[in-house]
């Protein structure tokens, strides 16, 4: 069905800019974009459906690229922990953290973790989210990373939006393999990567490089076997201290590297050459109450593009709107609500590996764009979250919210 959608403006985030558009028409045909400029310009369409959108501003969907949306139990106790002063080090190096989700992980079935993670999906999706990334590793074995991802994968067959599902399994250290990680790391690239891969689950596979995790040399292990199988790479790296991840992955072609509070300018220059995308997680940095900001004068001048998600994971960034991450992305990284915009289009777009079809408005993409009942764009990075006026339309129809 071709829709007509007028009476609105555009920013259209093509290239990362605002790019307006003032009185916009939106021509979309079998889930594209088939058209889109001003008004004025639109030849006569036949379109079975014309819609008027009360020239309200269109951006297109917002793409979550980085987040943990499936898992068991949650760590309220842990924050309250960290309130007293306890560090998020030392309560990973007491049993707790990570392999306390990883036990209410594993102890959930697959159906409970869906309805919750169910939950927490909807929540982004009233924020305007029409894409997101969902990361196992807190099953840390066959059955349960298998788990979560069929669990990712369910989301998407059952709620209006897409999902790319990616391998974390290298995130913490299973107690089953105590003192063992080189086992444990031969374990996920001879058992559990292959399955999993040839099961259609992966998309992506990630890591996460730190003192308290996996070792350069161990994720370069993963990366190696990824490549093998066919699957591009992604690093969780530099966010408690300096191991040169994000070179690593860099090399290794990463869609992206994440967190990155503590990389260097050379990690920076590595990545533009690699066109590998930072992806900046405010609410993490925010929730560990941590200091060290990412060196963002570095990577605009060496032209890394820059991503923003919401992390939302149960220990470090419980975060369930990804327009609060804009605003964090402002006020506490120093980025404009331009930037901010589009490090969830455009530049989350590319960190999924779907910068060709999805995250910006023009003729051949995706029809994924929201209709915001808002002044100016910058308004999306001005509001602390809440739940703004708003069409969503995904692939070319409305869906409610
Ligand atoms: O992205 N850094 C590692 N992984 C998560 C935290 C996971 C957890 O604490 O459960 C993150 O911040
Ligand atoms: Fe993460």
């Given at each position: 069905?071709?829709?007509?959608?007028?009476?609105?403006?555009?920013?259209?985030?093509?290239?990362?800019?605002?790019?307006?558009?003032?009185?916009?028409?939106?021509?979309?045909?079998?889930?594209?974009?088939?058209?889109?400029?001003?008004?004025?310009?639109?030849?006569?369409?036949?379109?079975?459906?014309?819609?008027?959108?009360?020239?309200?501003?269109?951006?297109?969907?917002?793409?979550?690229?980085?987040?943990?949306?499936?898992?068991?139990?949650?760590?309220?106790?842990?924050?309250?922990?960290?309130?007293?002063?306890?560090?998020?080090?030392?309560?990973?190096a007491q049993g707790g953290g990570i392999a306390s989700t990883v036990r209410a992980t594993r102890a959930a079935s697959e159906d409970e973790l869906f309805a919750s993670a169910r939950q927490r999906v909807q929540a982004l999706m009233r924020d305007g989210v029409t894409t997101l990334e969902v990361k196992s590793g807190y099953g840390l074995d066959l059955a349960n990373e298998r788990k979560m991802l069929r669990v990712a994968r369910r989301l998407a067959d059952e709620l209006p939006l897409s999902?790319?599902?990616?391998?974390?399994?290298?995130?913490?250290?299973?107690?089953?393999?105590?003192?063992?990680?080189?086992?444990?790391?031969?374990?996920?690239?001879?058992?559990?990567?292959?399955?999993?891969?040839?099961?259609?689950?992966?998309?992506?596979?990630?890591?996460?490089?730190?003192?308290?995790?996996?070792?350069?040399?161990?994720?370069?292990?993963?990366?190696?076997?990824?490549?093998?199988?066919?699957?591009?790479?992604?690093?969780?790296?530099?966010?408690?201290?300096?191991?040169?991840?994000?070179?690593?992955?860099?090399?290794?072609?990463?869609?992206?590297?994440?967190?990155?509070?503590?990389?260097?300018?050379?990690d920076a220059i590595a990545m533009a050459a690699a066109g590998t995308v930072a992806v900046l997680l405010p609410g993490a940095f925010y929730f560990l109450r941590e200091t060290e900001l990412p060196p963002m004068e570095a990577l605009r001048r060496h032209g890394v593009n820059i991503a923003l998600a919401s992390d939302l994971n149960p220990g470090t960034s419980p975060g369930l709107s990804l327009r609060l991450m804009l605003n964090m992305g402002c006020t506490l990284f120093r980025m404009t609500p331009e930037e901010a915009l589009a490090g969830v289009t455009t530049h989350a777009a590319t960190a999924l590996g779907l910068g060709d079809s999805h995250g910006s408005l023009e003729a051949g993409k995706v029809a994924d764009f929201v209709a915001w009942h808002i002044e100016r764009p910058a308004d999306l990075a001005y509001w602390l979250g809440g739940d703004l006026p708003k069409r969503v339309v995904r692939r070319g129809h409305e869906i409610s919210n």
């Open positions: 069905m071709r829709t007509l959608w007028q009476h609105c403006h555009a920013a259209t985030m093509v290239d990362g800019r605002y790019a307006i558009i003032e009185d916009a028409a939106i021509v979309t045909c079998a889930g594209l974009i088939e058209w889109i400029g001003p008004r004025s310009e639109l030849r006569p369409v036949e379109a079975e459906r014309t819609v008027d959108l009360g020239y309200a501003w269109v951006t297109p969907g917002l793409i979550d690229c980085h987040t943990h949306a499936v898992f068991g139990g949650n760590r309220s106790g842990e924050f309250e922990q960290r309130l007293q002063g306890v560090s998020y080090a030392e309560i990973a999902v790319r599902a990616t391998c974390l399994a290298a995130h913490a250290l299973p107690p089953e393999y105590a003192g063992r990680a080189d086992d444990y790391i031969t374990h996920i690239c001879d058992e559990m990567l292959p399955a999993l891969a040839a099961e259609g689950l992966v998309d992506a596979v990630d890591a996460f490089c730190e003192h308290l995790a996996f070792s350069p040399a161990q994720v370069e292990r993963v990366f190696i076997k990824a490549h093998e199988l066919g699957l591009p790479v992604k690093l969780h790296a530099e966010q408690l201290s300096s191991l040169h991840g994000s070179s690593l992955a860099a090399r290794y072609q990463a869609l992206s590297a994440d967190h990155l509070e503590f990389m260097t300018e050379e």
